[in-house]
């Protein structure tokens, strides 16, 4: 704008000032010109070029000699169509990196260092870069690049944080990836994928191609759902441990060298008849849609805070008198208010990863400990905590994709008076019915 307003300026002063310039002497007016141009080379900034970026040393260079030797317009067109050849070679390679998981005791960090083990049958990369028409022939490349020299992982697991543009080739290229792997016996799954992303698999229908059920939000629920399907065979015999679930199975326990002898069987089982029960495993999430719309129904049981002990009871146990009757699957899920109390200090956006599972630790075991006081096995427990009631509702609804939702009568879910509600999830709009469970 101060340029425009200067132009016009100059436009309005220059019938006025422009005979005076008959005047001046050429030398001068050849001072004023190199007074100019001095301010037009930006030393500093050239040398920046010069060391930093191969690429734009050559475009610097040619559009230079371009407005020595031709002219000023031939000398930016050539420079502007340099810097989009550079461009479009640029973007047209997105960068693939091998990820391992750095470490299996706590955390799932990624790791890009070379010389860790990877799982035999998981390859997992990561992909920064977008994937339009120019691009997508080289990701497939590499990818097969990678799955040649490893032929035995044919799970692909893509991390698409890095990811913030597709086109319909783009797509479809994935969604034709994903038929291939499952014709290998192998299936292509996806970690945070983007909202754009995700809107143009859903516009183009490569979502159905590609799965719902094999698109995840954290590494945790990924790799928790993946384990599950891989060759337990091979699992068997491998050392290797990558991630947490690695040898959680009976199948991976090492087998004594001998069986023992009959005193030490006696013994055994005097142990295991006084030790307490073992604490029963609750099953793996599977989030999103079912694979099958013939499946079970699925119910959940949602509480809140303000519910307390005894409507958090009623709640479980009305959800599980329904899973019982029809035979569906049940999750229990709490919505964990941490803006009580002194938290109520924390500012927006506060709650970390790290945080935000200490805090629904506590909900989940509240609810382990309801299941098993009503008898109630085969319920998936759920919590989510953030500041924001409606959105941590929300994420358990998107997490289990329910039916039917059941809530207390004295809950404060905006929901909880209706018969039935929409909700958006990252899957689709889904329409759920509401039973009330208790008295107000």
């Keep these: 704008m101060a340029a425009a307003a200067a132009g016009f300026i100059l436009l309005a002063i220059t019938p006025f000032v422009a005979p005076f310039a008959f005047y001046l002497p050429k030398a001068t007016v050849a001072g004023i010109l190199f007074l100019v141009v001095s301010g037009l080379i ?41 810097s989009l050849v550079f461009y ?59 799955q040649r020299r490893q032929p035995k992982q044919t799970n692909l697991v893509i991390v698409t944080s890095g990811i913030n543009f597709i086109d319909m080739e783009g797509a479809e290229s994935l969604a034709n990836e994903a038929r291939r792997r499952r014709e290998e016996g192998g299936q292509l799954y996806f970690i945070d994928l983007k909202d754009a992303v995700a ?40 050392t290797k441990r990558i991630f947490l679930e690695c040898g959680t199975d009976p199948a991976d326990l090492p087998k004594p060298a001998e069986v023992p002898a009959p005193q030490a069987l006696a013994a055994l089982s005097e142990i295991q008849a006084s030790a ?44 599980g ?16 208010n941490w803006k009580m109390g002194s938290a109520s200090v ?19 075991r509240h609810l382990e400990q309801l299941a098993d006081d009503l008898g109630i096995e085969d319920a998936v427990v759920l919590a989510c905590a953030t500041s924001d009631r409606t959105q941590a509702t929300l994420k358990l609804i998107s997490e289990w994709y329910p039916d039917l939702i059941v809530v ?32 107000l």
């Design 276 to 319: 307490p029960p073992a604490r029963r495993l609750r099953p793996t999430l599977m989030p999103g849609p079912r694979k099958s719309p013939q499946g079970p129904e699925r119910i959940l049981a949602l509480i809140e805070h303000d519910d307390e002990d005894q409507g958090a009871h009623e709640t479980v146990a009305e959800a």
């Design 346 to 364: 924390f500012p927006e956006g506060f709650v970390s990863a790290e945080m935000e599972t200490a805090l629904c630790a506590p909900a989940r």
């Design 88 to 146: 479009l070679n640029r973007t047209s390679h997105p960068k693939v990196t091998t990820l391992v998981p750095g470490s299996a005791a706590t955390k799932r960090r990624f790791t890009s260092a070379p010389g860790l083990p990877e799982c035999p049958q998981v390859k997992i990369v990561r992909i920064d870069g977008s994937l339009f028409f120019g691009a997508i022939s080289n990701v497939i490349g590499e990818l097969r690049r990678l």
């Design 42 to 82: 930006d030393i500093p900034h050239i040398r920046q070029i010069l060391k930093s970026s191969r690429s734009e040393t050559a475009i610097m260079a040619i559009t230079f000699f371009s407005v020595l030797f031709l002219n000023l317009e031939v000398a930016i067109f050539a420079g502007v169509i340099l």
């Design 199 to 238: 809107s143009v698999l859903e516009r183009t229908g490569f979502m159905d191609v590609i799965g719902r059920d094999h698109i995840f939000e954290s590494k945790t629920t990924a790799f928790s759902t993946i384990y599950g399907r891989l060759d337990r065979d091979i699992c068997a015999n491998c």
């Design 321 to 336: 008198r329904l899973a019982e009757e029809t035979d569906a699957d049940l999750a229990l899920g709490q919505v964990v």
């Design 408 to 439: 207390h009568a004295r809950s404060n879910f905006s929901f909880a008076r209706k018969s039935t509600a929409e909700f958006e999830t990252p899957f689709g709009r889904i329409r759920c019915k509401i039973r009330r469970a208790g008295s």
